[in-house]
């Protein structure tokens, strides 16, 4: 059997749950994913320029929690040229094109700043 009990409220963990329930995150994740965007289109290889210049990102706010994707709109053929860059690809001729991984070290410290600033924001709540 388990037993639990305790004395005084929970005023203050309530209080400080619903301000941080009410607390507008979007001023704080639009800036990231502005920042993303920028990010991407600059560490994007170029050639032409247009895969570099179709970054975009949507803020989805869900019930617990939000989501930002960065999407990319360049297609050739109907397949994303980001994912062609970043994985690799076999050619007409029979060859393979290396990828190269230029997301993840370009977005590593957006995703680092993000979490610091959202933490701070919790914390001084």
Do not use: C
């Not at 305790?6 to 009410?22: E, I, P, T, V």
């Not at 706010?61 to 860059?85: A, D, Q, Y």
């Amino acid at each position: 059997m388990i037993t639990f009990r305790h004395r005084g409220s929970f005023d203050r963990s309530q209080r400080f749950l619903g301000r941080m329930w009410n607390k507008n995150y979007q001023p704080i994740l639009q800036k990231y994913a502005m920042e993303g965007t920028r990010v991407l289109s600059s560490a994007t290889p170029r050639d032409s320029g247009q895969t570099a210049n179709s970054w975009d990102y949507e803020i989805i706010t869900k019930r617990n929690g939000f989501i930002i994707n960065w999407t990319n709109s360049h297609l050739v053929e109907g397949i994303p040229v980001v994912i062609l860059l970043q994985y690799g690809h076999g050619t007409k001729s029979g060859t393979f094109v290396e990828g190269r991984d230029f997301i993840n070290p370009a977005m590593r410290p957006i995703f680092d700043q993000l979490a610091e600033n959202l933490w701070k924001e919790v914390t001084s709540l």
